[in-house]
Nanobody
């Protein structure tokens, strides 16, 4: 059974940085599309950044230039480096995975992914 375990969340002041990690097991990491999503209180879950099996990345406009997604296939680990954090980045951040061939034309849509981690809280104070 696929397992995704996030870590690295926490509280930080605006302008600060955090690095999230997602350890994956029971999946062939190199042929999966992986992504980071977030959900703030009272809001729908939204895509933040995704990376496909070839390392091609996509970002939400709200995080471009501040967040960087990366992965280590040998360690089956996904990362999200978050810099210049803003209070509006406060949310629970989730790691997600889906087999490459099953992700459609909207890779940042949470509906494209069937495997999810439990989430990690990120809180940015002003």
């Amino acid at each position: 059974q696929v397992q995704l375990v996030e870590s690295g969340g926490g509280s930080v002041q605006a302008g600060g940085s955090l690095r999230l990690s997602c350890a994956a097991s029971e999946l062939t990491f190199s042929i999966y599309c992986m992504g980071w999503f977030r959900q703030a209180p009272g809001k729908e879950r939204e895509g933040v950044a995704v990376i496909d099996s070839d390392g091609v990345t996509s970002y939400a406009d709200s995080v471009k230039g501040r967040f960087t997604i990366s992965k280590d296939n040998a360690k089956n680990t996904l990362y999200l480096q978050m810099n210049s954090l803003k209070p509006e980045d406060t949310a629970v951040y989730y790691c997600a995975a889906e087999a490459e061939g099953r992700v459609g034309s909207l890779p940042l849509s949470p509906y494209e992914y069937n495997y999810w981690g439990q989430g990690t809280q990120v809180t940015v104070s002003s």
